[in-house]
């Protein structure tokens, strides 16, 4: 056997693979999009077997990309978008066929009731994480609530880990810790399901299937799924985590202090610290690391980079076009032509980025997307950075409300995600955050923690340090400049200021009653 390991990454909205040696050297990748269902409005959800089947399509096209024997990768790994979920009957099979996916805020409607039977406070306190309905708690007691037949012929409340883990070949059905502290159904002093919260609200506990630790064995690739992977028979399966902590992981973030910042789908600011005071941490994520019962401090966007991918299919059809032909992604396409053809502060442009509502810190559902100052000497250019540049500013506004509840963190930030990949965005962060950020030579972190856990799974690294010391590597810095600085403060005064007037006014309220309810 070889020295190769597979981290796999089910995400929002695509999964990829990449084999990856133990320096952390990318040998093969694979990566198949897909887009989520819509089928009413505030509802957000994905087949569970299409979300499989695109899964196993990514793993072959690395092993195939590799262009090694596939008996010398020892083991794969799994990182999976957090707190989305399906429920499996007695066959272990997903009942409707679906994931409800974290971004579902449908669970709204029943939100005062859940808060009238465990208060918002309370369950921060127990699970750390905040009484907000993208949490795949307040979805599952929507379903209880609401589709009581689905409910009772539910065996398993399922995080993404334990389906796929099973599709894979898992010997048994199983929730990974890490990833399920994440759901708020977890105690995360006990990190154990937890009874308080589940008689509160109705759930039967024998629907939380058995717990498995990160980096264990879980199984071996069978002959079904080695003709449908091009893995070989004998691949250890190994349990992961969730795709923000080993993003994290895989920026090095292992110790207290050490921060890392994702822009992705759902974007992120994770910090380092073993002892959290939960209690005065409220509103923000508190979830477990890998390393279990050493913690990470989260402040979430909820929209993310989401809106920029929004942007390219609602705006920039031409330049998808123009990228294929060159062979290179939209993206750099739309980097070159657009965002550095303004300036910074979007010539007074200014985009909310909340196409799914507001993180952390305002936790606002109802908060929208919006374009701020277009006139009409304004160009695409000008609206395509704003949209850049907004959704930084919605990670410098979570930069500030996690310094402001006191937690400590270093002078840099690495970024990881799609946004490390590009100069200008880098850029862009440093000097609307006023702070060093360091890109890595791998920016697709959470695939390489996912490759770190199977190597200890395989006995290739003893623990976490090893890992990080072994296949995690700093890229280029990018320093802040003081002329964009000042500039981007006032834009973010504006950008506040905004929200603050709108939510006020009452106008997020007053918007949603008009959009369709069906």
Request: aromatic share 10%; hydrophobic share 45%.
């Amino acid at each position: 056997m070889g020295k190769y390991v597979m981290g796999i990454d089910v995400g929002t909205t695509g999964s990829k693979a990449m084999v990856i040696d133990l320096t952390g050297k990318v040998i093969g990748k694979g990566y198949r999009e897909y887009k989520l269902n819509e089928p009413k409005p505030n509802w957000v959800e994905v087949g569970a077997q299409f979300i499989l089947d695109i899964t196993f399509e990514a793993v072959k096209d690395a092993v195939a990309d590799a262009k090694v024997a596939n008996t010398e990768i020892e083991a794969i790994g799994f990182s999976v978008n957090r707190s989305s979920f399906c429920l499996v009957d007695e066959n272990l099979k997903a009942i409707d066929d679906k994931f409800y996916i974290w971004l579902d805020s449908r669970a709204e409607s029943v939100m005062n009731e859940m808060n009238g039977k465990i208060s918002a406070a309370r369950r921060n306190e127990i699970t750390g994480m905040p009484g907000f309905n993208i949490f795949a708690v307040a979805k599952y007691y929507w379903v209880k609530q609401n589709e009581s037949e689905t409910y009772a012929k539910t065996k398993y409340f399922s995080t993404v880990a334990s389906y796929v883990m099973h599709g894979f070949g898992a010997d048994s059905f199983a929730v990974e810790i890490s990833d399920g502290t994440v759901t708020g159904l977890m105690d995360v002093r006990t990190l154990d399901w937890n009874k308080e919260l589940a008689d509160a609200l109705g759930f039967d506990m024998a629907k939380f299937p058995p717990l498995c630790k990160p980096g264990e064995v879980v199984g071996t690739i069978k002959a079904d799924v080695a003709a449908k992977t091009g893995l070989a028979v004998g691949t250890k399966i190994v349990a992961g985590s969730g795709d923000q902590q080993l993003a994290a992981m895989g920026a090095g973030v292992i110790r207290d202090g050490a921060v890392s910042l994702t822009i992705g789908t759902f974007g992120l600011l994770a910090i380092g610290l073993a002892k959290p005071d939960f209690a005065a941490l409220q509103g923000l994520m508190i979830p477990s690391s890998p390393t279990l019962g050493v913690f990470e401090v989260e402040g979430p966007q909820v929209s993310g980079a989401t809106c920029f991918r929004w942007l390219r299919d609602a705006l920039c059809t031409e330049e998808i076009a123009k990228a294929a032909k060159e062979g290179v992604d939209p993206y750099v396409v739309m980097d070159r032509e657009f965002v550095s053809k303004s300036v910074p502060g979007s010539n007074g442009v200014i985009f909310y980025s909340a196409l799914f509502g507001s993180g952390y810190p305002t936790w606002d559902t109802n908060a929208t997307g919006m374009f701020l100052g277009l006139r009409n000497t304004h160009t695409k250019a000008d609206m395509v950075r704003s949209v850049m540049e907004g959704i930084t500013l919605e990670a410098r506004s979570i930069l500030e409300g996690v310094l402001a509840a006191g937690v400590k963190m270093d002078d840099v930030i690495t970024v990881t995600g799609g946004a490390s990949k590009s100069a200008l965005w880098c850029q862009i962060l440093a000097d609307s955050m006023n702070r060093k950020i360091r890109t890595l030579d791998v920016p697709d972190a959470a695939v390489v923690g996912a490759a770190g856990l199977a190597a200890i799974g395989a006995g290739l690294f003893k623990n976490l340090d090893e890992v990080v010391g072994g296949m995690v590597h700093f890229g280029e810095i990018y320093r802040p400049r003081a002329e964009h600085v000042e500039t981007y403060n006032k834009v973010f005064g504006v950008y506040k200021a905004a929200y603050e007037g709108l939510k006020s006014a009452g106008v997020f309220t007053r918007l949603a009653d008009l959009r369709p309810k069906e």
